[in-house]
């Protein structure tokens, strides 16, 4: 991306305020952008605990400044997540993302059209054409080898444009390029018919950023209500009743994206969509059906837990609301409503006033026993995330220049004055410990649902110790600030995971170690490794200790460096584990 210099003081100021957060060394105004951009769209668009606005960066390709592939609401990160539901045969629902991004204050038609035209090929190409999106490309092509899972429709695409442009009030000669973009991707067969591009001037970025971190808040009519009597002090208030479904979508419908909103981050169950589910079917039906008046009667009815909740005569007002049980529910309603006879459906639902954490725990759990959960779901629940997060807080103290927070519950920390980076969520927990601890920093570059599949049954369990998942976190950090503070390393983020492992590899004295999470020798390497991971400077060293091991083994086996999927092999993973322990002292030398 190539721009101007940025005039607007509101924009330069969240600039500044994104770079502190997410603690970016970059000095270049027009890749800040780039990044802080793709981070708004990012976070307003997609409903997914895996939001890391580095992945959808294309590096140094002028046409296209970020993509976004979701596949059945989840952002999908390399060809496992794909191919996990092709083999389980689910049906699939495709979102391709784009963004561009500009620091000029008007929209340009060359440009405009330029960004089209790559996208079309993006999306009707099967050869790459720009070999910096090619990762990007081959989840397309994976996607497409697939279409006859696309029962719904073909993929929808949307494409951002984002100038500092006061107005998003575009000349006839822009409307006529996108008019005509727009119906060359609709005329090519490829997509459905849900094809947007949408303009993003100073305004509507302001709008977006501001957003991210706003309480939640939404107003509906519920008249039909009791009261729940309660005296004492953990829930404010609680309502049981029926709402009609036109009011319930005040909670759901997101008026300026027109997606579901961020409603369902506590939920332990995933939207499992209405053709890869008898049950969401059945209810689908059942709504569109002339007995649709049923629905509600057939439905066990949906929980929401709000910070607050003000009631006015009729209209309710939650602050800071989740639904905690009908995600399922919801998210049928959602897809089925503007496609409903009868909108003047009623269903059971329950709202409750509570900021006390361990009542909403119980509530979550109450209120889904009726179905078995996988385990993984049930992590957010589990009391070995209390005590980590209260080890976290524990360790504050010792580091006090590196004070880690364990995020259990989504947007736990948000309004609070803690750098992003420092803040450690589930997603993320998980990818450290199993790079680092279980030797897999292969299978972690996927979306972190994939990976839970996988080691579900080794992380996480009531007796493990809480000294490997935080020493992991805290080699994470540490690798990831070496790479924002030396850019000439650039080139070697890819092997990040591998490094946590490696430098694990390097500390161990004798080469051996017990890979349970619930042994006291793990514990005694986990504290070993934390002393020398104190000092930042003591840390780099490691890292670039591992770095030269890494590259060291690879010439040595005749691998590929530019084989962008030399690190998401288990092969890479054995042959390097190999190396070290056989070359403990030549590493060590480095």
Known sequence: ??????????????????????????KDEDLIFEDFVNYCVLNNHVVDSERNFQELDTGTAKAIDGIAII????????????KILVQEKQILSVEFIFVQSKTSEKFNDSQVSYFFRHVKQFVCNEECTIPEISKFWELRNIIYANSNLFRKENPKCIMYYATTSPTTQISSDIN???????NALLESGFLSDDVKFIPLGVREIQKLYRKIDSDLEATFKFPKNVTFPYEGSKIKSAYF?????????????????????????????????????????????CLKSSNAQLFGILNNGITIVADEIKPVGEKFTLHNYQIVNGCQTSNVIFETYNYLEQKNISIPLKIIATVDENTKNEIVKSTNSQTGLKPEQLDALNNFHKMLEEFYKSQHAVYKDLQLYYERRSNQYRNKDITQTKIIN???????????????????????????????????KENDKLEPYFVSSILFYRVEAFFRKNKEYKEFTRMKWHILMTIKYIIVEDNKFSPKLNSSEIQKLSLSILRKLRDEDTTNTLIIKSIEAIKTMIEEEGLEFEDRKLFERKETTDKLKTFIIQNHSLVLSI
């Not at 596949?71 to 794909?82: A, R």
């Not at 009011?247 to 369902?264: H, P, R, W």
């Open 1 to 26: 991306m190539e721009g101007e210099i940025m005039k607007n003081p509101i924009i330069k100021g969240f600039l500044r305020d994104f770079k502190e957060k997410y603690e970016i060394e970059e």
């Open 176 to 182: 006529e390029t996108i008019n005509d973009g727009k």
């Open 426 to 460: 589930i997603p993320k927990q998980i990818k450290t410990v199993t790079s680092m601890f279980l030797d897999n920093p292969h299978g972690v570059s996927g979306h972190y649902g994939t990976v839970a599949r996988k080691v579900k049954d080794e992380i996480f």
């Open 241 to 285: 009743g029926l709402v009609e479904i036109q009011e319930y979508m005040n909670l759901l419908l997101d008026s300026e994206t027109n997606g579901v909103k961020n409603v369902f981050d506590d939920n332990i169950r995933d939207y499992l969509g209405i053709d890869n589910n008898d049950v969401n079917k059945n209810m689908h039906d």
């Open 71 to 82: 596949v059945n609401n989840k952002i999908v990160l390399n060809e496992e997540d794909i």
